[in-house]
C-alpha cells in the first residue's frame, strides 16, 4: 500500500519570505499523480498544484512551484513571497495512476505567516 | 463552480446513536468519497462510491457504513455512534473518466459523540 510521509507538524515563515514544506512517499508503481491541498480555516480544502509521475519538469502555480524527486520518492512544495492567506494547513497527496482514484494523505503540515 | 455540501457543519450525538451524514454534489460526479481527518494522522479513507449503489472500503471501514441511492448523494451511517469517532468528516466528489480529475471537498462536518 502506498504511504505519504510528512515529517514537519508545523512551520513558519515571515511574510515576504520563502519556505519549503516536505513530503515523502512510498510506492511501487512508475505512474502516479501527486497533489499538494491547502485547507484554511474555513476548513475548504483547496488543490494548490499537481505533479504527474512521468512529466520530469516540476509543476509550477504562480508563487507555488515543486521539487519533484522521483528516486528519491520527494514532492516538496515552496512557496515564494509568502502572504498571510497562506496561513493553512497543507497536505501532500498520493493517487495512483491506475484503478482506484482515491487519495492517500500525508499527516499535513500546519503553515503560519508571521507579519 | 462545483459544490459539494455537507448537511452539518457541527454534529453532537450520543454514544449508541445512529447517525447520519450526508453529502451531496452538484456537477454529476460519479466518484465520491467519505474522509476521516483527525491531528497528527491527516485524512484517511473510510469509503468511497464509483456509481450509484457502488461502494468500496477504504482504509478504516470498521464502524461505518454508506449509502448511494442516487448519484449526487452519498450518505455516511455511523450504526451505533462511539466517542473513538469524534471527528472531522470530509466528503468528496470527482469524474470517473480521464487520466486526472481533481477532487472537490465539502467543508466538512464536525462531529462529537459524547
Known amino acids: 500500500a502506498q504511504t505519504v510521509t510528512q515529517s514537519q507538524p508545523e512551520m513558519s515563515v515571515q511574510e515576504a519570505e520563502t519556505v519549503t514544506l516536505s513530503c515523502t512517499y512510498d510506492?511501487?508503481?512508475?505512474?502516479?499523480?501527486l497533489f499538494w491541498y491547502k485547507q484554511p480555516p474555513s476548513r475548504q480544502m483547496i488543490l494548490v498544484i499537481r505533479?504527474?509521475?512521468?512529466?520530469?519538469q516540476n509543476a509550477t502555480e504562480n508563487r507555488f512551484s515543486v521539487n519533484f524527486q522521483k528516486a528519491a520518492k520527494s514532492f516538496s512544495l515552496k512557496i515564494s513571497d509568502s502572504q498571510l492567506g497562506d496561513a493553512a494547513m497543507y497536505f501532500c497527496?498520493?493517487?495512483?495512476?491506475?484503478?482506484?482514484?482515491?487519495?492517500?494523505f500525508g499527516q499535513g503540515t500546519r503553515l503560519t505567516i508571521n507579519p | 463552480d462545483v459544490k459539494v455540501t455537507q448537511s452539518s457543519r457541527y454534529l453532537v450525538k450520543r454514544t449508541g446513536e445512529k447517525v447520519f451524514l450526508e453529502c451531496v454534489q452538484d456537477m454529476d460526479h460519479e466518484n465520491m468519497f467519505w474522509y476521516r481527518q483527525d491531528p497528527g494522522l491527516g485524512l484517511r479513507l473510510i469509503y468511497f462510491s464509483y456509481d450509484v449503489k457502488m461502494k468500496e472500503k477504504g482504509d478504516i471501514p470498521e464502524g461505518y457504513s454508506v449509502s448511494r441511492e442516487k448519484k449526487e448523494r452519498f450518505s455516511l451511517i455511523l450504526e451505533s455512534a462511539s466517542t473513538n469517532q469524534t471527528s472531522m468528516y470530509l466528503c468528496?466528489?470527482?469524474?470517473?473518466?480521464?487520466?486526472?480529475?481533481?477532487?472537490?471537498f465539502g467543508n466538512g462536518t464536525r462531529l462529537t459523540v459524547t
Open positions: 505533479q504527474e509521475a512521468y512529466k520530469q
Open positions: 510506492t511501487s508503481e512508475s505512474d502516479y499523480y
Open positions: 497527496a498520493y493517487r495512483s495512476g491506475r484503478g482506484a482514484q482515491k487519495l492517500v
Open positions: 468528496a466528489s470527482s469524474f470517473r473518466a480521464g487520466t486526472y480529475s481533481p477532487l472537490h
